[in-house]
């Protein structure tokens, strides 16, 4: 079974992403800066981990947390004002 760890999960794309890899039978490791369990349906198959990707730290233990990953979506984003 293929896995994918997807970030920004939260809401939006990452959001509809991870219920369209679930849907389809993945494995699905869901990132958000806070996790909220309710967002997505229960399942064996995820995992939802919290990942703040302005964070050198928090990106380290996301990524010793999930493990060998078959596909990585890289959607969360952040916001830089006043550049």
């Known amino acids: 079974m ?8 939260s809401s939006g ?9 679930l849907a389809n039978g993945w494995k699905v490791i869901a990132t958000m800066r806070t996790p ?3 967002l997505l349906p229960a399942s064996d198959k995820l995992r939802i981990l919290p990942l703040d990707v ?11 947390a999930a ?12 916001g830089l004002f006043g550049a």
Do not use: M, W
Request: proline share 5%; hydrophobic share 40%.
């Open 13 to 21: 794309y990452g959001l509809e992403t991870a219920r369209h890899f």
């Open 36 to 38: 909220c369990p309710d």
């Open 54 to 64: 302005t964070q050198p730290e928090s990106i380290a233990r996301a990524l010793e």
């Open 2 to 9: 293929k896995t994918v760890l997807i970030t920004g999960c």
């Open 67 to 78: 493990g060998l990953i078959d596909v990585l979506v890289n959607n969360a984003g952040i």
